[in-house]
């Protein structure tokens, strides 16, 4: 059940984080302290701190470290897998869309 909970958390920080990583930190406070309790404040601070320290984006960072505090290594992974998975999806969505597309005059004047 915390797996589950892990993915659909981060799933939906992952879904509606558009402008990068700071703009997902409210969403992950939201998540991780104040619905589900994972991390106090003080924790989630140190969280911020960790993430942006470590390469990487800030948003999966976080998904990586909150999974494995509560759920080790397979929670760590499916946070993660979770934070990631709509942006891969969205990414190829669109790169099937042009490779149909990608003859068409109005997309070529488009991306010229």
């Keep these: 059940m915390i797996y589950l909970q892990l993915f659909l958390s981060f799933l939906q920080i992952g879904l509606f984080s ?55 290594i397979p929670g760590a992974v499916v946070a993660t897998a979770g934070c990631i998975l709509p942006s891969c999806i969205i990414v190829t969505i669109l790169a099937r869309l042009y490779l149909k597309y990608r003859n068409l005059d109005l997309l070529q004047g488009v991306l010229k």
């Excluded at 998540?31 to 800030?58: A, C, K, R, Y």
């Excluded at 998904?63 to 509560?70: E, S």
């Design 18 to 72: 558009f402008g990068g990583g700071y703009a997902a930190m409210p969403l992950i406070q939201g998540q991780v302290v104040t619905l589900h309790g994972w991390l106090t404040m003080s924790e989630f601070t140190d969280l911020i701190t960790i993430s942006q320290m470590t390469p990487g984006p800030i948003a999966v960072n976080s998904a990586t470290f909150v999974g494995l505090k509560i759920a080790g």
